[in-house]
């Protein structure tokens, strides 16, 4: 979908702007930021813990690592509201992400107000959750989707949770799309192995970019990759079929991205904001990319 450029220049202005407060100020002042052990080690707590916000209903962090290595393959999620909540897995949306999606089957389950539940996540891989009495799955995207009228809007209660480990048969290249007339990535998860390349292409008439915020956890966009904006030429600037862009990742960890002209990173929640004016908001232009 089209976008005037200024909403982008503005993006990037903005950008610069959160990134010289931060920088004076030395930390974050966002109340919504938690470090829930106070420490600044880059490794996965052995035990995480996802907390359910009592403001926002909101999952925090949005992904959280497990590496089994340090400990346990178990995740605690807390319920920090006064009513009951529940968490449920995200229906596969293709086949392609069968063998590291949800890899333990179908969760579903109660967390009484105030309560917790514990999930043994022991197969490695990426967990995607949501909370159905705050956000849907969307037919037509595929995505988690935040009800209109949730404290948490624009954001859907979701989560990601990676645990860490070698998955067997990954490919060395995989694919991925932005959806003609759509500002939405075709696939959220992809993965590669290490070493592989994930090709991007772009069905859209106007171009769209496969930006990676900087690392904000254990593992979690662990090197550069590209040119730090990655520009997919559209069928308006690569006629008659649209650009692609073709980047190879040599780290292994689990990659965050989302499109820069149709989204903005949210450092404090370390999750992308929908422009309010892209075709899918409030679904953020977002995806995934595990290379293991
Ligand atoms: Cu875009």
């Not at 392609?96 to 389950?109: C, D, K, M, Q």
């Not at 490919?171 to 007339?181: C, D, E, L």
Request: overall charge negative.
């Amino acid at each position: 979908m089209r976008t005037p450029f200024f909403r982008f220049s503005a993006a990037l202005a903005g950008l610069a702007v959160v990134t010289a407060l931060l920088a004076a100020c030395g930390s974050t002042s966002n109340a919504a930021t938690s470090t829930s052990t106070g420490s600044s080690t880059p490794t996965a707590p052995a035990t995480p813990t996802i907390t359910l916000d009592a403001t926002t209903h909101l999952f925090e962090p949005f992904i959280t690592v497990v590496d089994p290595a340090a400990g346990g393959t178990t995740v605690t999620i807390l319920n920090n509201d006064t009513v009951a909540h529940q968490v449920q897995s995200v229906p596969l949306a293709d086949k392609s992400e069968l063998a590291f999606v949800n890899p333990s089957g179908t969760i579903n389950r109660t967390i009484a107000p105030g309560g917790s539940i514990t999930l043994n996540l022991s197969k490695p891989g990426l967990y995607d959750l949501y909370d159905p009495t705050q956000a849907a799955v969307d037919k037509m995207t595929r995505r988690v989707k935040t009800k209109p009228d949730v404290a948490g809007f624009p954001h859907a209660a979701e989560a990601v949770i990676w645990v860490k480990g070698t998955i067997p048969g990954l490919p060395g290249t995989a694919k991925n799309s932005v959806v003609a007339g759509q500002d939405d990535f075709l696939l959220d998860f992809v993965a590669v192995k290490t070493g592989g390349t994930v090709d991007w292409h772009n069905y859209d008439t106007d171009k769209h970019y496969v930006t990676f915020p900087d690392s904000f956890g254990p593992g979690i966009n662990p090197a550069k990759v590209g040119d730090g904006l990655d520009e997919i030429k559209g069928t308006d600037d690569a006629p008659p079929k649209g650009g692609d862009v073709k980047l190879t990742f040599t780290t292994p960890g689990l990659y965050y991205y989302y499109c820069t002209a149709h989204a903005d990173f949210d450092s404090g929640l370390n999750r992308a904001n929908a422009h309010p004016d892209a075709s899918v908001f409030p679904i953020p232009m977002e995806g995934f990319v595990l290379v293991d």
